[in-house]
């Protein structure tokens, strides 16, 4: 007779499947896992405690560090926090070209997705197809802000400039031309034989224990969850905009995976959208104590210059309050919950990352598995490290 | 308005002794209320309220602010109804615990251990407190507003513009 024997093996945490440093220290009963305990940390940085040392301005660019796949996202989510602590109203053209910028983030963010998740399973060609793609948003990225990936776009009450004549015509012949990139990616995953063996009914999870869980965003709605924060609680004008929201039925890795798939190219119509509807206008709210002055202004002007440094070096106050402000983000909801003392520096920051949360079901999702489907699991989840860690 | 909502209403009827406040900032409701009847109003919620979605678990810090030190922060969402509501409970600083939301939603696990790690407060049936963010034997509470920037053993931080 064989004898079996419980065996413990450390996943990472430089493992190339976890995306990051993410430790799983898995307990094996053969190929079988009966446990998994993540450990993660590694790369805390204390983003929260560095904030109330910051004036609500310069904590913008710790914003977009959390996420780095989905830097507007985050960095829109802490803005409109701040604005709503404000009451400020912002004008409608930064407003729409928000919505173009988050949307474009999201194809990037799930293009990456897509790019490591096919890799993990072992699908190369897919790995270097959509970083072909995503390389389209990297350029758009600096042509508006001159930085490939922090970016540091949105202000409160705004944007930090008006876009360039020739940014129009970039976003709509990559939107123009994305749908058919996404039938390339089809066409080499959705009836692969061997893709549908690794995904189809591997890390299942139920409507019930995910929302028990907190599972927010794609993941959920691949559980079956017809909800989406852009529709229902929606923010920057998302109201005005038609798009649907997938949702699967098997709540396995591959219904996640098309539930992905048809957010990006539903995201391509609502930047058509957004782009038919973009006219000439200020991209600043009217708002001098919270927005910079316009550069010529502070060259030109000492009124504009004593405005400029004022706000540089003291910030502005912000009234005394707490909000709580979720968007949806590429993962799930991104949430920033501000409690203001009526400084201009934030009492406390909180960030609600849904990478944190998602990872949590993992063990759920994956106990009884083999190592292998393991391994698809963490991909479908979409997790970032810099997040879960902040 | 605060008055007016479906879940302040409700809970006014069913928990008016514990009720300690109820605030509403920009379209926001807050209830505060006691942190012993925490389990009850979060598992009324949940069950007859439908707020099914437990979105976050974060802690406050009001050092020498207010009369008890921290306050818990519950943020939570309805699926079916889409609104949200926060629920507060206030822990002081001698009696440094509270009840663990777990029994009521599995979300509350890793949540509430960054709680315990960064804050220091203590979650009674908790089925696995353990830091998680720092290292095990890591010392003190990060995000507590006495615990210095830079780590304890160094020069406070004087901010980029003083």
Redesign the interface.
């Known amino acids: 007779m064989a004898t079996t024997e419980k065996m413990t093996l450390n996943m990472g945490p430089q493992h190339p499947s976890t995306h990051g440093v993410l430790r799983l220290v898995l307990e094996l009963d053969g190929e079988v896992i009966t446990k998994i305990t993540p450990d ?2 590694y790369l ?1 940085r ?1 983003v ?3 904030s109330e ?2 004036t609500y301005h ?1 904590v913008l660019p710790l914003t977009d560090r959390l996420d780095y796949l989905a830097p507007m996202h985050n960095n829109l989510g802490y803005i409109l926090a701040v604005e ?2 404000l ?1 400020i109203q912002v004008p409608e053209r930064a407003q729409t070209i928000r919505i173009i910028m988050a949307e474009l983030t999201r194809l990037e963010s799930h293009l990456v997705w897509i790019a490591c998740h096919a890799l993990d399973i072992g699908a190369m060609t897919v790995f270097i197809y959509a970083f072909r793609e995503r390389e389209v948003v990297m350029e758009t990225y600096e042509l508006i802000s001159g930085a490939r990936m922090t970016s540091n776009f949105f202000r409160a009450g705004g944007l930090s400039q008006d876009v360039p004549p020739e940014f129009e015509k970039k976003v709509r012949d990559f939107v123009d031309s994305m749908p058919g990139f996404l039938d390339q990616y089809e066409g080499l995953l959705t009836t692969n034989p061997i893709w549908l063996k690794r995904t189809v009914g591997n890390g299942i999870i139920s409507a019930e224990d995910a ?4 599972i ?1 965003g794609p993941a959920l709605r691949g559980s079956g ?1 017809d ?1 989406d924060l852009r529709r ?2 929606p923010y920057s004008g998302y109201e005005g905009y038609q798009f649907q929201i997938p949702v699967g039925e098997n709540c396995d890795t591959f219904d996640r995976y098309k539930v992905r798939l048809v957010e990006m190219r539903e995201a391509c119509k609502i930047i058509t959208q957004a782009l038919d509807r973009l006219k000439p206008g200020p991209v600043l709210a009217d708002c001098p104590q919270v927005c910079y002055p316009p550069k010529e202004s502070v060259y030109n002007s000492i009124e504009g210059l004593i405005h400029h440094f004022k706000i540089a ?1 003291e910030g502005y106050p912000v009234p005394e ?4 402000q ?1 968007v949806e983000n590429p993962k799930g ?1 991104l ?1 920033y ?1 501000i ?1 203001s ?1 009526g400084s201009s520096k934030p ?2 920051m ?1 960030i ?1 990352p849904p990478s ?2 998602n990872l ?1 079901a993992i063990e759920k999702m994956a106990k009884g598995s083999m190592i292998a489907d393991l391994v698809a699991v963490i991909g479908t989840l979409d997790i970032v490290l810099g997040e879960i ?2 | 308005m605060a008055e007016n909502n479906r879940a302040v209403v409700k809970l006014k009827e069913k928990f008016a002794s514990s009720i300690i406040e109820v605030v509403e ?2 379209g ?1 409701v ?1 209830v505060t209320i006691k942190k012993q009847d925490l389990l009850a109003v979060l598992g009324f919620l949940k069950q007859s309220l439908q707020y ?5 678990v ?1 802690a ?2 009001y050092l020498g ?1 207010k009369e008890e030190r921290f306050m818990m ?1 519950y ?1 939570l969402y309805s ?1 079916p109804n ?1 609104d ?1 509501l ?1 629920i507060k409970a206030a822990v002081s600083e001698e009696e440094c615990r509270i009840e663990s939301a777990t029994q009521v ?3 509350a ?3 509430e251990r ?1 709680v315990y790690d960064l804050f220091g407060i203590t979650f009674d049936n908790h089925p696995d407190l353990r ?5 095990p034997d890591w010392e003190g509470y ?2 507590r507003k006495d615990y210095p ?1 830079q780590g304890p053993g160094r020069e406070p ?1 004087k ?3 003083s």
């Open positions: 993660i940390g805390h204390g929260e405690k560095l040392y910051r310069q709503k602590l009451d929302i028990d869980m907190g927010t969850v909800w229902d609680n070096s309050g707490e909000v709580y979720g909801e949430g919950y409690v003392d009492y406390r909180r609600r944190f949360v949590q860690d902040r | 900032f920009r926001e807050t099914n979605l437990l979105t976050d974060t406050i810090d602010k922060v943020q699926i889409k949200r926060r939603w599995a979300t696990n890793w949540l960054e830091r998680i963010l720092m290292t990060p995000l920037l931080y901010g980029r513009l």
